[in-house]
């Protein structure tokens, strides 16, 4: 059974610092992997989507890589502004769609 | 304008009184899921459908079930709630399951006394 881990499940940080965001898998025999985000009380939006061919992806200030082997990816935000605070949530899929708990993001002005 | 919607946003019900979510997308595709979101226990798929009439458990079904008449709708059925099924409810359509973004809806949050 898939198991997906984000770390950390907390990040407060001032506006401007960039953001790195970790998950990990148990199981590399993966389709793809999709990051999203979540505000609070509402549904999730898909930031970025790299299939398993792929290395990276890179959508204005966000980007993100895949270390299938290893079981890894990391979101990374350049200059994080207050309107990056929400909840990101990483989902495998393998046969279906595993997520992690998410990492809370609070950007301080 | 794409997108999933769901009905209702928000539903207080007793326990037994059956109940529908219905979810409804306009992308024509044709994979379909729903899940549930719990604190502490992120989101968990309960049931998906590859296609009209092609319908499969998840990790969670037991309480539920779905249909699939038509392609643009899916929904999602609770014929006795108990309060271990209050939660916030999520449908998800992709073109397919194994390639392609999934896209969401804004989330049912039902709460069962």
Not at chain 2, 12 to 19: H, Q, R
Request: proline letters at 5%; hydrophobic letters at 30%; charged letters at 20%.
């Amino acid at each position: 059974k898939q198991e997906v881990t984000q770390i950390p499940a907390a990040l407060s940080v001032p506006e401007g610092e960039n953001l790195v965001l970790n998950c990990s898998f148990t199981d590399s025999a993966i389709y793809n992997l999709q990051w999203f985000r979540q505000d609070p009380g509402k549904g999730l939006t898909s930031l970025l989507l790299i299939q398993s061919s792929q290395r990276e992806q890179t959508s204005g200030r966000l980007n993100a890589s895949l270390d299938k082997s290893s079981g890894r990816s990391t979101l990374y935000i350049a200059a994080s502004q207050p309107g990056d605070s929400a909840t990101y949530l990483c989902a495998v899929n393998d046969y279906k769609l595993s997520f992690g708990a998410g990492t809370t993001v609070t950007v301080r002005a | 304008e794409a997108q999933v919607t769901q009905n209702p946003r928000y539903l207080i019900t007793v326990t037994g009184k059956k109940l529908t979510v219905t979810c409804s997308q306009n992308m024509n595709h044709e994979y379909m899921s729903w899940y549930r979101q719990d604190p502490g226990l992120g989101l968990r798929q309960i049931y998906y459908s590859m296609n009209v009439e092609v319908t499969d458990k998840g990790d969670v079904p037991e309480g539920y079930k779905v249909s699939r008449k038509e392609k643009r709708n899916f929904p999602l059925i609770l014929e006795s709630p108990s309060p271990n099924q209050t939660s916030l409810y999520f449908c998800a359509s992709s073109p397919d399951r194994w390639q392609e973004t999934q896209y969401f809806g804004p989330g049912t949050r039902l709460l069962v006394l």
